[in-house]
């Protein structure tokens, strides 16, 4: 049972990779506290959070084989 | 209509036709930002037969521009990017009329700008000025198409345009606030691929076109994400906040946009400065780069990223700390959070690693 979280953009800077396969967890909360806690400095970093591809407003529940987005704004030009 | 010929390559396309070459020719298109993004976006608006087209941006050429913004030449170095773009422009298409603004969007001209257009396309390169278009565009309710890039990636949506689903989404749907100066890097921060400007202004203009003449779904309610480097697009589904955003002239006119306006009394050093500062035992050179920066300096005692600094406050030493960042400017907003949060005396130093080696 395992997940798959991508991060875009300068958040590869804080976790070195661009995709993640973890082992399955409860729902969103519980990723993005667990995702803190092994990169502490996503806590102070912009992001929003996409679950297959449908941005999430709300904590939502994680089922095997979701694949989670991690998306931080870009203001280049 | 001036000349069939000229359009004839996409009238003759299926579901595009004179109809939609004539609402292309009646539109009215402001493009902010004549930099990486807006360049390319105004060079197919123009050979489109987009009717009229105000660009706007305060900035004059520079060599750096040159690797993207290949709109421009060398000998223009020092010249007004929108005097520039629009003398080219009319060379290209005389169908069209261009208006130039040579100034930044701020609030005292962005409602009585964007009013008289029918749609707008974001080429900033910054945040305070992304949100000034947006939250101006959601109080005159103009469609707008909005752009940004950073490194090899790019992002691409369409807002206050109604989605299939009924709801109209802006850029604070996706992120509410704008992040602090210095928290995200800008291109000159950060980089950026020449072409990857090029590719997502395209895809700006491509959306506008798509909006004026009603063909194909434009990208309201989704966030397309390209990578250059992997060769991929990501697209995301956005979901519009259950209220609609605080936001009216009023409040408007009171939001405070630019921080960088604020009053930041972080004294800012010289190089010369700095070099007789850096060998005193009670300074300590922080670099608050991120680790992938270039180039690697000899000359400070610790490097603590910007995007770590809040979870490693407390690794800074009881010293004057002298903060150094690529350009100048994070190492500000670095210094103004170690001064208010360690109480430590604090310098920046001016134009940064790029003044040093200068």
Known sequence: MTITVYFFGSLVDITSVSKKELPILMDTNSLNLHL???????????????VNQQMIKANRNLIHGDIVAFMPPFSGG | ????????????????????????LAANVLIVGMGGLGCPALQYLVGAGVGNIGIMDADKISLSNLHRQVLFTESEIGLLKVNQAAAKMRLLNSDVSIETYPIHIDQSNALSIIAKYDLVIDATDNFSAKYLINDACFILNKPYVFGAVSRYEGQVSVFNLTTTKGKKINYRDLFPEAPKPGEVPNCAEAGVIGVLPGIIGAIQAAEAIKIITGIGNPLNGRLYHFNLLQGQGYEIEISASEKLIDMN???????????????????????LEFNKMRLLPEVFVLDVREWHE???????????????????MFEIPEKEICIVCHQGIRSIYAAEQISKQRNLKVYSLKGGITAYFK
């Open chain 1, 36 to 50: 803190q806690k092994e990169y502490p400095a996503l806590v102070n970093t912009k992001y929003f959070i996409a």
């Open chain 2, 1 to 24: 209509m001036a000349d069939k010929d000229r359009y004839q390559r996409q009238m003759i396309l299926p579901s595009f036709g004179l109809a939609k070459q004539e609402k292309l």
């Open chain 2, 249 to 271: 002239e009023q409040i408007f006119q009171e939001y405070k946009y630019n921080e960088i306006d604020d009053e930041i009394d972080v004294p800012e050093i010289s190089v």
């Open chain 2, 294 to 312: 270039y180039p690697q300096i000899d000359f400070s005692n610790a490097q603590i990223p910007m995007s770590e600094l809040q979870a490693r």
